[in-house]
T-cell receptor, first 118, second 114 residues
Framework: GAVVSQHPSRVICKSGTSVKIECRSL??????MFWYRQFPKQSLMLMAT?????????EQGVEKDKFLINHASLTLSTLTVTSAHPEDSSFYIC??????????????FGEGSWLTVV | LAKTTQPISMDSYEGQEVNITCSHN???????ITWYQQFPSQGPRFIIQ???TKVTNEVASLFIPADRKSSTLSLPRVSLSDTAVYYC???????????????FGKGTTLSVSS
């Protein structure tokens, strides 16, 4: 079963509004989570590293004021896309490193969240 | 972070063994090699991970030569459902609890036909 869960799996929002995507680690604590964006037929692009209790670290070219990341607990990180535009439409994926799981310590990915801005 | 190079695409038929080779010439001493599978509109799924020599699990084998500058993912007797994108990544030791993020290359699109 999934060890990292995202919600919602699909969301449609109007231009100019904000939308929040949640990423939860199930049955383990994740001090660090990662957020990726993937456009159709392209690879995953790292957006930011989310650190529990501190500010996220953003990759070059990713606007921190547009993509707000909050990692308030050891099992939850949220990505808020503010003032969304159609070009923000994409597949957003989070990941976290599992610890002490029966399958070993490795990075697991959420199911992804499709964002469509109309 | 070590860069990886994989073939862009591969074609196979059901029941065949598929070997996907990945080059990672600049792999660091503490880097592990991990392979992920991704289906459309889904997050990547862990397949296998190794440091050196050979690793085998219920779905695949991973061959890593002594110099660790490349690795080969072997999928035995593929089926139509193995059609997906396969990513080879190198990164921190699994015991590095914080660790750095995995950086994805372009991956290999495997197409399995009947």
């Amino acid at each position: 079963g999934a060890v990292v869960s995202q919600h919602p799996s699909r969301v449609i929002c109007k231009s100019g509004t904000s939308v929040k995507i949640e990423c939860r680690s199930l049955d383990f604590q994740a001090t660090t989570m990662f957020w990726y964006r993937q456009f159709p037929k392209q690879s995953l692009m790292l957006m930011a590293t989310s650190n529990e209790g501190s500010k996220a670290t953003y990759e070059q070219g990713v606007e921190k004021d547009k993509f707000l990341i909050n990692h308030a607990s050891l099992t939850l990180s949220t990505l808020t896309v503010t003032s969304a535009h159609p070009e923000d439409s994409s597949f957003y994926i989070c990941s976290a490193r599992g610890q002490g799981l029966s399958s070993g310590n490795t990075i697991y990915f959420g199911e992804g969240s499709w964002l469509t801005v109309v | 972070l070590a860069k990886t190079t994989q073939p862009i695409s591969m074609d196979s038929y059901e029941g065949q063994e598929v070997n996907i080779t990945c080059s990672h010439n600049n792999i660091a001493t503490n880097d592990y090699i991990t392979w992920y599978q991704q289906f459309p509109s889904q997050g990547p799924r862990f397949i296998i991970q190794g440091y050196k020599t050979k690793v085998t699990n219920e779905v695949a084998s991973l061959f890593i030569p002594a110099d660790r500058k490349s690795s080969t993912l072997s999928l035995p007797r593929v089926s139509l459902s193995d059609t997906a994108v396969y990513y080879c990544l190198v990164g921190d030791s699994p015991t590095n609890q914080a660790g750095t993020a995995l950086i994805f290359g372009k991956g290999t699109t495997l197409s399995v036909s009947s």
